[in-house]
């Protein structure tokens, strides 16, 4: 009887656990291409903080920054990192609060560079971005980073240390509609936790 028991059951059991020969991979399951119209900061390959860049804000998790283009309220305000942000866009300046912080950025374009200047988070800030590089420092942090395809990659350093993982800095297509002091504003904003 056991003999006959064990006989069927090590026949049931691996036909039950047997997957059909076109069943998807679980790279096929889950891998989704990456979004170019989101913008994103990846590091050990994690995503640290993203959300869908469109004419009207950035939405995601940890950052909802609506944009406002009325001539008489130009502006931007949400939140970011579950920050209270309001700020005034008037041309080339942006002025506002962060997380109740003073933030004040004049942006400047040249031919092949975008810089910014200011205090985010009540810190000194500077940002010098290209089609080929991006390099930000705030305060005491700082990226530097080269175009590789659609991203920026490249190293973080924060008081005077530079940190062995990889970042990535994915812009976001949605961000091509926005005026240079709106996009910079926000990237300084998204790009920092504090």
Request: proline content about 5%; hydrophobic content about 40%.
């Amino acid at each position: 009887m056991r003999t006959w028991l064990f006989s069927l059951f090590a026949l049931v059991v691996p036909l039950g656990c047997a997957a059909p020969p076109n069943f998807p991979s679980q790279e096929e399951l889950y891998d989704e291409p990456r979004d170019y119209n989101r913008f994103a900061v990846f590091s050990q390959g994690r995503e640290v903080i993203g959300g869908q860049v469109n004419p009207g804000g950035v939405l995601g998790l940890d950052v909802n920054l609506g944009r406002y283009t009325d001539p008489d309220d130009h502006a931007l305000r949400g939140r970011v990192y579950g920050r209270l942000v309001d700020m005034r866009v008037e041309g080339d300046r942006v002025s506002g609060l962060a997380s109740s912080l003073p933030f004040e950025l004049t942006v400047k374009r040249e031919p092949r560079l975008v810089t910014a200047r200011g205090l985010v988070y009540g810190r000194n800030v500077e940002v010098a971005m290209s089609d080929e590089r991006a390099h930000v420092v705030l305060d005491r942090c700082e990226l530097d980073l080269g175009r590789r395809g659609q991203v920026y990659v490249g190293k973080k350093r924060c008081d005077g240390r530079w940190q062995p993982e990889e970042v990535e800095l994915q812009v976001g297509h949605g961000f091509a509609s926005w005026s240079d002091a709106e996009r910079l504003s926000a990237l300084s904003l998204m790009l920092f936790v504090d």
